[in-house]
């Protein structure tokens, strides 16, 4: 893995003032990469503090030269791929002249304030999108806390599938329903088993969200050539907040080959990328496995992988209702997990991924499953909030859930924390459930 660097300084300081207070989730530590659109056109950027840095035009005054230069060129047309497809090098050199610039003791303080209105952006002041197009998403299932409890709703005499310890399993998800934070979920229409027992087609009632962390990959392999664990940093360009909403009633009938029209409807991403050379500060050695769980085998045992494959995120998910925006209530806080909650590490995911020779692509998408932990605040979904139904979520007030229902909107937040370095955080991912549409007749 890397090394830290200049960039990772717990000391330096933004002249941009907003990224230097304490709870701000873009400190100049960060600088995590998005996409936004300015009078119709996309436009890639980087957040600081409370604004955002406009790359292009950052290339137009010719702030930064070099390979940072090539890199924002990458980005041209508004999109991220063709900076991931340079590999992690592009966005390193990229990072350290921006940090450069937009550090308080810059060499070009004067030249960068005297250009600030051109270069940066109030980041609430424009729209963000998807970082790329993305052309494959997968989504793993890492949690044993998760998939054990899900097991043991569904009745299962051996809760946990006879591969989960031996391989990270996951299915293929659909990239064309993917959506940026901040998009209307509306609830899918579908077929599933009512109350009664009765088959029937219509708006799904057990909606759910899932908490998870997605990494973006960023150069791809060629078809047949696998990844080898010790290599595969080199293929992570960064991470985001994924919301893999799921419509159990829809998911509990169908699911014989996967999930397919159950989560299919939409996923919601936060639009900023925290570049994996931002998360250096942050790495912990692969999640304990219990005592006695067999060994991985050789290809998904890398020495580094073991030593730094885990990160230290702390995630959340907060829920507000229509009646607490109505009474001007807070959102409430109703999980609160750590990413080392996982049983296998990104890495893992990715080798085991490319180990058959399938090829991943720069901007591809790789959902970590949903983050549950073995304690009852750390339950990632609703569905094992209440326990599958019997147990209703209190929300304050006289309210509580069973389900997600039209109206509710769900934030996912999350923050890389240690001890002597600076924190950052992935912004947020936001979502909230519309009503389904009618059936056309
Ligand atoms: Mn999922």
């Given at each position: 893995m890397k090394k830290l660097n200049a960039?990772?300084?717990?000391?330096r300081r933004s002249?941009?003032?907003?990224?230097?207070?304490?709870?701000?989730?873009?400190?100049?530590q960060n600088l995590p990469l998005g996409v936004f659109s300015l009078d119709g056109q996309k436009r890639a950027g980087v957040a600081i503090g409370d604004k955002i840095v406009d790359l292009q035009q950052v290339l137009n005054a010719k702030l930064l030269d070099g390979d940072a230069a090539t890199a924002i060129r990458?980005?041209?047309?508004?999109?991220l791929k063709g900076l991931m497809a340079l590999g992690n090098e592009g966005a390193s050199a990229l990072r350290s002249q921006l940090s450069d610039l937009l550090r308080?003791?810059?060499?070009r303080l004067l030249r960068a304030r005297e250009l600030e209105h051109q270069i940066?952006?109030?980041?609430?002041s424009v729209a963000m999108e998807l970082p790329c197009e993305i052309g494959d998403y997968t989504d793993f299932l890492t949690s044993q806390h998760h998939t054990e409890r899900h097991g043991r709703f569904k009745g299962l005499?051996?809760?946990?599938?006879?591969a989960f310890k031996s391989l990270p399993v996951a299915y293929h998800g659909r990239a064309s329903s993917l959506r940026v934070s901040g998009t209307a979920v509306t609830r899918p229409n579908g077929q599933y088993k009512d109350a009664q027992g009765q088959l029937v087609f219509g708006p799904a009632p057990m909606l759910d969200f899932e908490l998870e962390l997605a990494a973006f990959v960023a150069r791809g392999n060629t078809l047949s050539e696998p990844i080898p664990i010790r290599a595969v940093q080199d293929y992570i360009f960064g991470y985001c907040l994924l919301n893999?909403?799921?419509?159990k009633s829809i998911q509990w009938w169908e699911q014989v080959l996967g999930p397919f029209l159950g989560k299919s409807f939409i996923s919601s991403i936060s639009p900023w990328i925290v570049t994996s050379e931002a998360l250096l500060p942050f790495r912990l050695p692969a999640p304990l496995r219990p005592v006695g769980d067999p060994a991985p085998l050789p290809y998904l045992q890398g020495d580094e992988d073991q030593r730094e494959g885990g990160i230290d995120i702390e995630l959340e998910a907060w829920m507000s209702t229509s009646t607490q925006r109505h009474e001007q209530r807070p959102p409430v806080r109703i999980t609160q997990t750590h990413l080392?909650?996982?049983?296998?590490?990104f890495g893992q995911m990715l080798t085991h991924h490319a180990s058959n020779g399938c090829n991943l692509r720069a901007g591809d998408l790789i959902g970590s499953g949903t983050i549950s932990g073995?304690?009852?605040?750390?339950?990632?979904?609703i569905t094992e909030l209440t326990n599958a139904g019997a147990d209703p979520l209190p929300l304050g007030g006289n309210e509580c859930r069973l389900a997600l229902e039209d109206g509710d909107e769900i934030i996912l937040k999350a923050r890389a924390t240690r001890e002597g370095a600076v924190s950052i955080g992935f912004g947020e991912c936001r979502g909230r459930i519309f009503p389904a549409k009618n059936w056309p007749v």
């Open positions: 960039t990772h300084d717990p000391l002249w941009v003032e907003s990224a230097n207070q304490p709870a701000c989730d873009f400190p100049i990458a980005t041209e047309g508004g999109q308080s003791d810059s060499p940066l952006l109030p980041i609430d005499k051996d809760p946990l599938p006879p893999d909403w799921s419509a080392q909650n996982l049983y296998w590490t073995p304690d009852d605040m750390t339950r990632a979904c």
